[in-house]
């Protein structure tokens, strides 16, 4: 028979299984599991900007996603898996013990918030940031910023186990270590025992945790004291070796093979970020913007050393050599909010349904009125031209990630007047997340890294043709969709088919497996001058405001 890999995508809201014949590229079935504990807001404080996942949801969702994708194909096929690739959301740390468990799967942290794991867009270390920032810039020998654009995030790493430790005396004390979610599920199918053992993604310590070969690992224990002495030890037992996802994380053990009725011993991958393996499902290569486009977006983009030679591109989320495909750069951007701009203007609109008429609305029925707001204002506003709005929005609702970090902004709308209804709020939005976008690729080739196309992946390509047409109108270049729905996982089987050593390397693995596009969407010359004009007033206003958003 045919040798079949699964690719595992841990999302925000969920996880998704996609089971790939590596021979034919072909996605045989799929199945997404949401988690429980997430859907009820547990754990999470919205207006504090905390969200935290307990591991519990991870366990249970990824046994639920793969037994439910392998439960829609013939029996035989579960015996012919070989390999097993894992992406997740990052940075996404968690307190461990000595073991590599995490601090809530013990009794004593069960509920503890600062015990799980510390999404990706908890931004509760925004504090902390600006100390590692400073500290770095102004006081230390080495800028251990410099290879993660020169700005350290309150999204990454090391500013969220500063915020923990100081936060929680008890959950500093019982830390052994800390791990990325992308590196404890890799250990956890294969049974790993001891933090020592687990194989750290070269993606996520190089982009979220300023490891580089030039400090030998690492920034030194000295650097985070010096910031705060109740960093004593936070280094002693962490790691200093990476691994790019081609290579094998460890093997399935006994007790995850009989939960997933698969075969003990097939490869497991090393982990890395969903965007950085949805780049590689996508098709990413030379001169490619890979975007990901979903809540929010990750930019992602492989350059080889030529083309990089000694340039540190500023203010991005980070060069890293082998962090997407090996024996290549890959660097990353991104913006802090997306879909959620529009995800925050339907909650708005929705207020009075669910508040001032509280009781006499049934909730179907709301939530019937909450799926159509969206395609409604969507198609309202397509009908709009790019002169029938004047108003200007900044799309930074939960910060900036890039270009130049600053999770402390705030979001704007400017220009208002007494016609300025909903579907021109919109798509003011719309247009601002596109600006956004634009001002990620402007950096890049500013930079000297050129840009020639861009693929799109993610939810938003998918449902939303409007969006993606002003998109490329504001870009002034082609986007092409791909045709799968999971490129995440997509990319993550990939990799788990090299590990399994069915192809020797990504190259091959991205050529006999990769996606196809499912359409193309063109800039339009007449539009796309309008837009140039109304992009330069959203970068002075966003200029001339940033001081004032900032301290809001």
């Known amino acids: 028979m045919d040798k079949y890999v699964i690719g595992v995508d841990f999302g925000t809201d969920s996880v998704r299984a996609l089971v790939v014949n590596t021979r034919t590229g072909k996605e045989e079935a799929s199945a997404v599991s949401y988690y429980k504990r997430w859907a009820q807001g547990l754990y999470c404080d919205p207006a504090n900007n905390q969200f935290r996942q307990h591991p519990l949801d991870y366990i249970e969702s990824l046994q639920e996603c793969i037994t439910g994708a392998l439960a829609q194909l013939p029996k035989e096929v579960a015996d012919h898996v070989v390999g097993i690739g894992i992406d997740t959301t990052g940075s996404t740390p968690c307190a461990v013990d000595q073991t590599g ?3 809530a799967l013990l009794p004593e942290f069960s509920e503890n918030p600062n ?29 251990y910023t410099k290879y993660v654009g020169g700005i350290y995030s309150s999204e990454w790493f090391w500013a969220k186990i500063l915020h923990i430790y100081r936060q929680d005396p008890q959950v500093r004390e019982a830390a052994y270590s800390w791990v990325e979610h992308c590196d404890w599920m ?21 982009h979220k945790a300023m490891w580089h070969p030039e400090w030998n690992g690492l920034p030194s224990e000295e650097f985070f004291t010096a910031i705060d002495p109740i960093m004593a030890g936070v280094t002693k037992n962490m790691y200093t070796e990476t691994y790019p996802a ?11 093979a009989e939960k997933l009725g698969l075969k003990p011993g097939i490869a497991i991958a090393v982990g890395a970020f969903d965007a950085h393996m949805g780049a590689v499902g996508g098709g990413v290569t030379d001169r490619a913007l890979v975007k990901i486009m979903g809540t929010s977006t990750c930019d992602i983009m492989v350059a080889s050393y030529d083309v990089m030679q000694d340039k540190l591109v500023r203010g991005i989320c980070g060069q890293v050599d082998g ?7 890959g660097l990353e951007a991104g913006q802090s909010a997306f879909g959620d701009v529009f995800a925050w203007f339907r909650n708005v ?6 508040n001032a008429v509280e009781g006499t609305v049934s909730p179907e029925v709301v939530e019937q009125i909450s799926d159509q707001i969206l395609p409604r204002l969507t198609e309202a506003a397509e009908a709009l031209s790019v002169e029938d709005t004047q108003v200007i929005a900044l799309d930074w609702l939960n910060g900036r990630r890039t270009p130049d970090a600053d999770q402390a902004l705030k979001g704007a709308l400017l220009g208002l007047n007494l016609g300025s209804d909903a579907p021109r ?4 939005l719309v247009e601002a997340t596109a600006f956004g976008a634009k001002a990620v690729i402007d950096r890049f080739v500013e930079e000297g890294v050129e840009i020639d196309e861009v693929i799109a992946l993610g939810g938003i390509p998918k ?22 729905d999971q490129t995440c996982a997509l990319g993550a089987a990939m990799f788990a088919a090299v590990a399994a050593k069915v192809y020797p390397n990504i190259h091959e693995a991205q050529k006999q497996m990769g996606t196809r596009f499912s359409e193309t969407y063109l800039p339009r010359p007449e539009q796309a001058a309008k837009y140039q004009e109304k992009y330069r007033k959203y970068l002075a206003i966003g200029g001339l405001l940033e001081d004032t958003l900032r301290n809001l």
């Open 101 to 103: 468990t995490p601090l």
């Open 115 to 143: 015990a799980m794991f510390i999404l990706w867009k908890d931004h509760t270390a925004v504090q902390e940031a600006a100390e590692i920032n400073d500290y770095a810039w102004n006081h230390s020998s080495i800028d």
């Open 186 to 206: 890799p250990a956890l199918l294969a049974g790993v025992k001891s933090v020592e053992e687990i194989k750290r993604s070269r993606c996520a310590a190089g």
């Open 246 to 256: 081609d290579e094998l994380a460890g093997v399935l053990c006994e007790e995850w």
């Open 323 to 329: 962090s997407v495909i090996p024996g290549m750069v």
């Open 349 to 354: 609109l929705l207020w009075p349904l669910v």
């Open 425 to 428: 709020l919109f798509r003011a």
């Open 463 to 484: 449902k939303n043709p409007f969006v993606m047409q002003v998109a490329a109108d504001v870009f002034n270049m082609p986007i092409k969709v791909t045709e799968s």
